[in-house]
């Protein structure tokens, strides 16, 4: 597979702005403000690991009509030169007596009338990354003008991939394969997990990831405790499953998904629930189509999985994917969100197996109108041996 190019035309950002917009317009803002690398990213293109540092706040603003503006601090002026946004606002940060808010202000109060609606996202999965005295006296300035929450506007749009992004979540998709394809070179039968995991993250990048932003799994008899801890030095034994899970970022997007191993012979009813999450995510693979519900996808999997003797985990069992490690829906009985074709996603069922003791499975899919197509390669059915 040809490697896409870095990057998006110019055509890619009006498409997403010109959407932004039309959602904008529908639900009566004037403007969107965007606070996080994320929302920023999608809009201009500026991709930077600078976001690590929470000194400065960067915003920028999406008007009902007209091009994006950035307000931003100067170091970051010649980056976002560098992207398709043309007017770039800029102050000295941090400073602690006015950082950002009046030139925000007055970029704000440049663009929507005086009884005019203002929209930031402000729901589930979103984040206000400002200060939040900073944020009250920005909405005292702008009064009368309203503030609104304006994650439907955000997340309707996001959710869609254009076929560009699809090519850069492969992309990342294939980075996490090479990887998964090589973990017997550095995993086996009584290496610590913690030079395991550090072992994962090097491929990853030799393998063509620019960060690995995410990096999770674990390692036990027959199956593990959780998949969020930290690595421990404890050695892998003869009768443990390993699992992988990555979140590398190739171009400003992410994979999810994971790989589990045993360490030699593991026990039956490991085995068994192997099978069924692998079951539960081939009947998802036949039967998912748009129109569906996040809901639907949670309940077909649990079907899938009780169908072949599993016990489904709690949780979630999968969600968007992009920009973010994690994105819209979640596939859980209470997410009604209906599923088009485009959207990107995982497949995530996850087993308990005995108390204290679980198996996840995880594939990266695109939505199409016929089904499901994979951007990641499916796992095989059998479980691979370590030795």
């Known amino acids: 597979m040809a490697e896409p190019a870095r990057g998006f035309q ?3 950002f009006l498409r997403r702005c010109g959407a932004l917009q039309a959602g904008l317009r529908a639900a009566g803002m004037d403007a969107l403000l965007l606070t996080t690398a ?14 690590e540092s929470p000194a400065r706040p960067w915003f920028v603003v999406v008007p009902a009509k007209g091009d994006p503006v950035a307000v931003i601090p100067s170091i970051g002026a010649e980056l976002m030169g560098q992207t398709w946004v043309a007017e770039i606002r800029t102050w000295d940060a941090p400073d602690p007596e006015d950082d950002g808010v009046s030139l925000l202000a007055t970029t704000l109060g440049d663009l929507v009338p005086e009884q005019g609606v203002i929209g930031t996202p402000m729901g589930m999965e979103t984040q206000l990354r400002m200060a939040l005295g900073d944020y009250f006296a920005l909405t005292a300035r702008l009064a009368p003008r309203r503030m609104v929450d304006a994650t439907d506007v955000v997340q309707r749009v996001r959710e869609v991939k254009s076929e560009a992004e699809v090519d850069k979540i492969r992309a990342a998709c294939a980075v996490a394969d090479r990887t998964f394809a090589r973990v017997p070179e550095f995993a086996s039968l009584g290496r610590p997990l913690d ?30 405790g959780d998949v969020i801890s930290p690595a421990t030095a404890q050695p892998l034994a003869r009768g443990d499953v390993l699992m992988l899970d990555t979140g590398a970022v190739r171009d400003g997007y992410f994979c999810d998904f994971d790989r589990n191993y045993a360490i030699g012979d593991v026990a039956p009813d490991t085995m068994r629930a192997h099978a ?13 189509r748009p129109g569906m519900t996040a809901a639907d996808v949670h309940r077909i999997l649990c079907e899938g999985m009780r169908a072949h003797g599993a016990t489904p985990g709690g949780g979630r069992l999968g969600h968007g994917l992009g920009v973010t490690l994690t994105e819209w829906p979640s596939f859980t009985p209470k997410d009604q969100t209906v599923l088009r074709s485009g959207m990107v996603l995982t497949l995530e069922p996850g087993a308990q197996i005995a108390p204290g003791r679980i198996l996840v499975h995880e594939e990266n899919i695109v939505l199409r109108e016929g089904g499901p197509e994979l951007l990641s390669t499916r796992a095989p059915a059998d479980l691979p041996v370590l030795e």
């Open 38 to 51: 994320a929302d920023i990213f999608y809009v201009t293109g500026f991709l930077t690991r600078f976001w």
């Open 276 to 288: 069924a999450l692998f079951a539960a995510t081939d009947l998802a693979l036949e039967t998912l």
């Open 10 to 12: 110019r055509s890619e």
């Open 195 to 224: 030079a395991v995991f550090r072992d994962f993250q090097r491929v990853l990048l030799e393998e063509g990831a620019d960060w690995v932003s995410y990096t999770a799994g674990g390692a036990g008899q027959g199956g593990y």
